[in-house]
């Protein structure tokens, strides 16, 4: 199938487009079978071949929805413009949200005001009773603690004992031949 559609060339962030003719399937910077014209972006200024472009339109040729777009506005063929740009998913919930959002009196908005407190205040008891909770926990496992004695307690407390060492005499200290200590280089 044949298709009129835009091709960019151009540097960057200066982007100029040729309108050429090619399979939908062949890449836009390979060969093409015809060069219709070219479009400026940025000046929103296009030179475009009429006669070749309405000769591809009544042998089959589709557009793109940007050249549909661009020949609409160029007065090359009549009808609607084409929605092109898509949507991102994110954004159209937000819409939605604002939409929902917007009261339409001021009842409903100190009614949705009022709510709105509501869920906080409910959120932070129910962040709050957790914290409650964990504090009681404490006592609870000290108390298990205190009634169970545990086995490296008793080692702990010999621990504790001071030790009793028993000194060489003086005799056997000087029995010992000394020690020295060589450097290393």
Same mark, same amino acid.
């Given at each position: ?5 835009? %091709? ?6 200066? %982007? ?14 390979? @060969? ?7 479009? @400026?972006?940025?000046? +929103?200024? /296009? &030179? ?15 557009? %793109?929805?940007?050249? $549909?777009?661009?020949?609409?506005? $160029?007065?090359?063929? %009549? ?6 740009? +898509?949507? =991102?998913?994110?954004?159209? /919930? ?5 939409? &929902? ?18 869920? =906080?205040? &409910?959120? !932070? ?5 957790? =914290?409650?909770? =964990?504090?009681?926990? #404490?006592? #609870? ?14 080692? #702990?407390? !010999? ?7 028993? &000194? ?5 200290? !000087? ?11």
């Amino acid at each position: 199938m044949l298709t009129i559609r835009l %091709s960019r060339v151009g540097k960057k962030r200066r %982007s100029i487009f040729r309108v050429i003719i090619s399979e939908k399937t062949k890449d836009t910077f390979g @060969n093409y079978l015809e060069l219709l014209g070219h479009y @400026n972006p940025h000046t +929103n200024k /296009a &030179e475009l071949k009429t006669d070749r472009i309405k000769y591809w339109l009544e042998k089959g040729a589709q557009t %793109s929805g940007t050249v $549909h777009n661009l020949f609409i506005d $160029h007065k090359i063929i %009549s009808g609607e413009k084409i929605k092109v740009a +898509n949507i =991102k998913k994110k954004k159209e /919930a937000k819409k939605e949200d604002d939409v &929902e959002k917007k009261p339409q009196t001021k009842k409903q908005e100190e009614a949705s005001t009022a709510q709105e407190k509501t869920d =906080k205040e &409910e959120k !932070k008891e129910e962040v709050q009773k957790p =914290k409650e909770e =964990k504090t009681t926990s #404490k006592p #609870k496992q000290e108390e298990i603690k205190a009634a169970k004695p545990e086995k490296g307690e008793e080692a #702990k407390q !010999k621990a504790k004992e001071p030790e009793k060492t028993v &000194e060489k005499p003086i005799e056997e200290q !000087k029995n010992q031949p000394d020690q020295k200590v060589e450097d290393k280089k």
